[in-house]
Each structure stands twice: as C-alpha cells, then as structure tokens.
T-cell receptor
Framework: AQSVTQLGSHVSVSEGALVLLRCNYS??????LFWYVQYPNQGLQLLLK??????LVKGINGFEAEFKKSETSFHLTKPSAHMSDAAEYFC?????????????FGKGTHLIIQP | KAGVTQTPRYLIKTRGQQVTLSCSPI?????VSWYQQTPGQGLQFLFE???????NKGNFPGRFSGRQFSNSRSEMNVSTLELGDSALYLC?????????????FGPGTRLTVL
C-alpha cells in the first residue's frame, strides 16, 4: 500500500533561515508527488508537483523540492523563511489516476516562523 | 477563472440527522474528489466522480455517498450523523482525474455534529 511519512509534526525556524520539511513515501510503482500548503480556515493550495520530469521541482513562493528515488524522499525547501510561510504543509502521493484512487496525504507539518 | 466553491462553509447538525454538502468545480474540470480532514486521521480520500460516475471510493461506511451532475457539480451526503463525522470536508477538482493532473481544492465545509 502506498504511504507518506512526514517527519516532524511541528517545525520551527527563524525568519530568514532555511526551511526544510521532510517527506518520505513508500511505493511499488513510480509515484507522482505533491506538496500542498493550508492556511488557517482555508483549503489546500498546490505548492509544487513531481510527475517524473526534472527531479528538482520549483514551485510557488520560492519553494522547491527534490525527488530522490534512492532515498524515497521528496523534501521541501526554501532558502529564506518569511513570516507569511507559517502554515500547515502536506506531502501527498498519487499512484494511480489522481482522482481515481485519490491522493494519499501525510499527517502534515506545522511550520512556525520565529521573528 | 473562478476556483472551487463549496457550500455551505459551516454546518451544525445533531446526531442521527443527515447532511448534504455541495461542490462546484473549476469550469471545464470533470473530476471531483472529496476528502475528510480531522485532527486525528488527517486527510482521507472519500470518493471521486468523473462524468457523473463514481470511479473509486475510499474506506468509509455506506453512510457517506455522493453524486455528480451533468454540469460536474457534486454533492456529498452523510446520513445518520455520528459525533465522529465532525470534520472539514474538502472538495477538489481536476481536469480528468489523471495521475499528473493537479487537484484544486475548495475552502471546505466545516461540519460539527453535536
């Protein structure tokens, strides 16, 4: 069965510091991977997605993620954190038709930005 | 282009009642998926509709059902509500529901069961 593990339910960084949110997946077939962000009382917004093209994927708001097959990882990074980055971040995997079997989400990581 | 809209945004029901939630996808999107989000279980896939047909269903009891209309709008129904059904219900639409398609999420409907 497919699964996604996000290490750290809460991550705290200082404003201007590197953001690193970890995501590992398990899959018996090549996965398609997504990072979503959720602000309070809102739905999910796509940050970026990996669909077997370039392994380094650039997304919105300065975020990027690198797909590493050997490590079954898809960690999300941002060079310099901004206060507006404070939110819940979800990693998700799609193994079959993105809608047909749905996305499988990790538990989420709450990103806290310290001033 | 308008995003995914969900109505109502908030609902309060009592145990045993039933509820219907509505989702209007982005224009041109034919796939609509529903997810339940709770603090304990996180985000879980409920079901997906494409061209008025349910293509797949997650691991939820039969009290959870849905349908899709010819204009791709979708409704989700929960019968005989239980306290554990309190959650944020998110709807997402995509062009065709393919693996590479991005799912665009609505703001959700917050259901509270008393």
């Amino acid at each position: 069965a497919q699964s996604v593990t996000q290490l750290g339910s809460h991550v705290s960084v200082s404003e201007g510091a590197l953001v690193l949110l970890r995501c590992n997946y398990s899959s018996s077939v090549p996965p398609y991977l997504f990072w979503y962000v959720q602000y309070p009382n809102q739905g999910l917004q796509l940050l970026l997605k990996y669909t077997s093209a370039a392994t380094l994927v650039k997304g919105i708001n300065g975020f990027e993620a690198e797909f590493k097959k050997s490590e079954t990882s898809f960690h999300l990074t941002k060079p310099s954190a901004h206060m507006s980055d404070a939110a819940e971040y979800f990693c998700a995997v799609s193994l079959s038709g993105g809608g047909a079997d749905g996305l499988t989400f990790g538990k989420g990581t709450h990103l806290i930005i310290q001033p | 282009k308008a995003g995914v809209t969900q109505t109502p945004r908030y609902l309060i029901k009592t145990r045993g009642q039933q509820v219907t939630l509505s989702c209007s996808p982005i224009s041109g999107h034919r796939s609509v998926s529903w997810y339940q989000q709770t603090p304990g279980q996180g985000l879980q896939f409920l079901f997906e509709y494409f061209s008025e047909t349910q293509r797949n269903k997650g691991n939820f009891p039969g009290r959870f059902s849905g349908r899709q209309f010819s204009n791709s709008r979708s409704e989700m129904n929960v019968s005989t509500l239980e306290l554990g059904d309190s959650a944020l219900y998110l709807c997402a639409s995509s062009l065709g529901g393919l693996r590479t398609d991005t799912q665009y999420f609505g703001p959700g409907t917050r259901l509270t069961v008393l």
